[in-house]
């Protein structure tokens, strides 16, 4: 199975991390402008700035086509989570989406599967699109385990009742994560197709209908390549979506 049936529009997505301050707004603006001009690429833009950036974002950019997104959220609506933001707030906040699971927050806050699959259902519930990242550590693919790895977290993080337009699933194998390095199209293929039809066997249409976005190193000068491969709909970019210019040179890949 490579080649999906179903049409898929892709989605271009920039992960900010911790970074951006107000001098960062206008990197954003050139994005949102870029991209709705009448001959942009027929491709969803997304920004998930810093929470301290999304509502002022939300403002300047509201009457472009600029998607915006959370990078993380807490499972309950409001409460007693000191330093915590709920799906509900990135909502009211002007997000449409936001990231769960990002290997950043795995090893750096010690989420588990079962975690980021609550969130994927807290993001549901205040209706955000959930963008679960999934993928393998270094020594993982070492050993052989890649898909074996992919199928759990799959299995763990995505919740019962997923849909096309509620999940988006983002492979991100952690070694290429800010390193310069990626898989080769063959391997990033392989992982695609295993998750395709993870998701098929699971969610049956709305599986085959499912963004699946590829993330790790994508630049301008890979993009091209990697977008290009089957059952691969689009990116998940970090360090190259915090300049409006090299963010464009991926979303162009779709020209
Ligand atoms: P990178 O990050 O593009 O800087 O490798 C991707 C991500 O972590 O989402």
Known sequence: MTDNPVQIRPLVAGNWK??????AFSEAIAVAEAISKPD??????????????LMVLTEVTHDHKLLLGGQDCHTAESGAHTGDVSPEMLKDAGATAVIVGHSER?????????????????????????????????GERGVGMTLDVIKRQLSGSVPDGATAANTVIAYEPV?????GLTPTPDDVAEVHTEIRKT???????????????????VKPDNAK??????????????????????FLGIVAAYS
């Open 18 to 23: 911790m970074n951006g301050l107000k001098t």
């Open 40 to 53: 942009a690429a027929p491709a969803d833009v997304m920004i998930c700035p810093p929470a301290t950036m």
């Open 106 to 138: 795995r090893s750096d806050h010690g989420e588990l599967d079962r975690h980021v699959r609550a969130k994927a259902e807290a993001a549901r519930r205040a209706g955000l699109t959930a963008i679960i990242c999934i993928g393998e550590t270094a």
């Open 175 to 179: 070694w290429a994560i800010g390193t």
């Open 199 to 217: 998701l098929v066997d699971r969610f049956q249409a709305e599986g085959q209908a499912m963004r699946i976005l590829y993330g790790g190193s």
């Open 225 to 246: 390549t990697l977008l290009a491969i089957a059952n691969v709909n689009g990116a998940l970019v970090g360090g190259a979506s915090l300049k409006a210019s090299d």
